[in-house]
């Protein structure tokens, strides 16, 4: 949308497989990065199922980046992380949330995870 309002997908590897089963021993990783990334305590997380995939959502403040808030989603797919980041200003929020919810909402796995 513009610098400071817009979604971002990004996908990493995992060390481990995650699986609704163990999905909340990887929140306690996941909040020190949120935390790492956020300017203030960010607010609990939230646990959520996507499409199928388990994760987290959390809201902060990113760091360096004053009268921005972002909406972070974690999701799980064997070893494959993926972050939905929602990230607006107080004048767009409204607009960012429904592009985030579109796109959570259409989100569909067709694929296998990353081998183990």
């Not at 020190?32 to 939230?46: E, K, W």
């Amino acid at each position: 949308m513009d610098d400071l309002n817009g979604l971002a997908i990004s996908k990493y590897e995992q060390q481990t497989v995650v699986t609704e089963s163990n999905v909340g021993l990887t929140k306690s990783v996941l909040d020190g990065v949120v935390r790492q990334l956020s300017a203030r305590p960010p607010n609990q997380a939230r646990r959520v199922t996507v499409g199928g995939l388990p994760g987290f959502e959390y809201e902060l403040v990113p760091k360096g980046m004053p009268g921005v808030r972002s909406r972070s989603i974690f999701l799980f797919h064997g070893r494959d992380e993926y972050q939905l980041n929602c990230q607006f200003t107080a004048a767009r929020r409204a607009e960012v949330m429904r592009a985030c919810d579109q796109a959570l909402e259409s989100l569909r796995v067709t694929g296998s995870p990353s081998p183990v």
